[in-house]
């Protein structure tokens, strides 16, 4: 079966650590650009972090830029998310999220430019950061 | 910083149409897509590349795209529509993914 699961979120004190992990199955892990997107509660979703598929680009939102690092192991199909320094607006849904990427990325019949977009989500892991 | 915009909510009765907006700058150069999510699960793409529908997407949901605006429409509106309606594109310089704040449609 083709899947995403999340796990090791929990409660953490602020500037605390917590190092989420996801396990994929029923796909090709290394074909695929990866993603974290987050979603407090009662919120909209935000994306965390990227990682390509031939580890050629990580990138992050600046609203975690230095304090958390994304990193992904092929051979156990797995992505991570390392956070550090953990604040209380990091509280949230976590989601571990497979990107796809189009064919060509400019339509010339529009001459508008397609995006990457996420084809399969997990079904996420909760962090809370509180005192 | 690059946002794309949506209304917090849209409310209709069942069967009528429901119109759901988006707007950013970078529209007018690169696609919306939109996501649905109901409550407690996982988003699902509904519309990709302003227009299109995925298999498995009712009929009833359908895109469109003008100047720096996309919309998703939903005609005949269901009450298990009734969800949260995320756009997505990226942003033109960083290609960083951007969600928009996201519209909660109620159906009753």
């Known amino acids: 079966e083709v899947q995403l699961v999340e796990s090791g979120g929990g409660l953490v004190k602020p500037g605390g650590s917590l190092k989420l992990s996801c396990a994929a199955s029923g796909f090709t892990f290394s074909n695929y650009i990866m993603n974290w997107v987050r979603q407090a509660p009662g919120k909209g979703l935000e994306w965390v972090s990227s990682?390509?598929?031939?580890?050629?680009?990580?990138d992050y939102a600046d609203s975690v830029k230095g304090r958390f690092t994304i990193s992904r192991d092929h051979a156990k199909n797995s992505l991570y998310l390392q956070m550090n320094n953990l604040r209380a607006e990091d509280t949230a849904l976590y989601y571990c999220v497979r990107e796809k990427n189009p064919k060509d990325y400019y339509d010339f019949l529009t001459n508008k430019w397609r995006s990457n977009w996420s084809d399969l989500w997990g079904q996420g892991t909760p962090v809370t950061v509180s005192s | 910083s690059y946002e794309l915009t949506q209304p917090p909510s849209v409310s209709v009765s069942p069967g009528q149409t429901a119109r759901i907006t988006c707007s950013g700058d970078a529209l007018s150069k690169k696609y919306a897509y939109w996501y649905q999510q109901k409550s407690g699960q996982a988003p699902v793409l509904v519309i990709y590349e302003d227009t299109k529908r995925p298999s498995g997407i009712p009929e009833r949901f359908s895109g469109s795209s003008s100047g720096t605006v996309a919309t998703l429409t939903i005609n005949g509106a269901q009450v298990e529509d009734e969800a949260g309606y995320y756009c997505y594109s990226t942003d033109s310089n960083d290609n960083h993914r951007l969600f928009g704040g996201g519209t909660k449609l109620t159906v009753l």
């Open positions: 990682f390509s598929s031939g580890d050629a680009y990580i």
